[in-house]
């Protein structure tokens, strides 16, 4: 069975500093990874998504992700947050034999400090 | 082109009665999924349709909930009766095929309270 956990449920970051959101997952083959963002009152947004090839995933909104297999991890980063980035992060996992039906880590909400 | 659009935005029922959600895929998705959130949890799998077809519906909670997607176009997500458990977001989403390469779209949710 697929799982991911994402350990910190929040997250206070003053705008301008560098953010890193975890993410560990469970699966037995490799799996799809994504991450989605939803800002207050707003549905998810796709933020970027590993398949196979490069480990570093680039995304939207400066995000990057990097892919560690032998960690399990899949963690979210950005150099520099804007206030705009203020929102709760999800990281999911799916897999083509699962019908691409996707597992959710809890989430981490994102606070960001003038 | 439209995304994933879903009807209500916003409901707020009594206990015991009936709420009918909407949810129409990107034009083209023979995949779509149903999420949800209640409050305080993960956001968990309810169902997946191919097409007109059920592909899994594991995730389904109980059999309160009813989803059909009739001619495989949009879907609709019937919670009969209501109970004050099922207050969250809904979360439909949809996908062109399955694989490498594919993006699950997802709608803005519908938010259900029921008092």
């Known amino acids: 069975a697929q799982s991911v956990t994402q350990p910190d449920i929040h997250i206070t970051v003053s705008e301008g500093a560098s953010l890193e959101l975890r993410c560990n997952y469970s699966y037995g083959a490799t799996p799809y990874l994504f991450w989605y963002v939803q800002s207050p009152g707003q549905g998810l947004q796709l933020l970027l998504k590993?398949?196979?090839?490069?480990?570093l995933v680039q995304g939207i909104k400066g995000f990057e992700a990097e892919f560690k297999r032998s960690q399990s991890s899949f963690n979210l980063r950005k150099p520099s947050v804007h206030w705009s980035d203020a929102a709760e992060y999800f990281c999911a996992v799916g897999a083509r034999a699962a019908g691409n039906k996707l597992t959710f880590g809890g989430g981490t909400r994102v606070l960001v400090k003038p | 082109e439209a995304g994933v659009t879903q009807f209500p935005s916003h409901s707020v029922i009594e206990k015991g009665q009936t709420v009918t959600l909407r949810c129409d895929p990107i034009s083209g998705h023979d995949n779509l999924y149903w999420y949800r959130r209640v409050m305080g949890k993960e956001i968990k799998f309810l169902l997946h349709?191919?097409?007109?077809?059920?592909?899994?519906e594991s995730g389904m909670p109980n059999n309160r909930f009813l989803a059909e997607r009739t001619g495989g176009t949009y879907s609709t997500l019937k919670v009969q009766p209501a109970e004050l458990e099922d207050s969250g977001v809904y979360f439909c989403a949809s996908s062109q095929f399955i694989g490498t390469g594919n993006t699950i779209y997802f709608g803005e949710g519908s938010w259900l309270t029921v008092v």
């Open positions: 590993y398949f196979s090839g490069d480990t």
């Open positions: 349709f191919v097409k007109e077809s059920k592909q899994d």
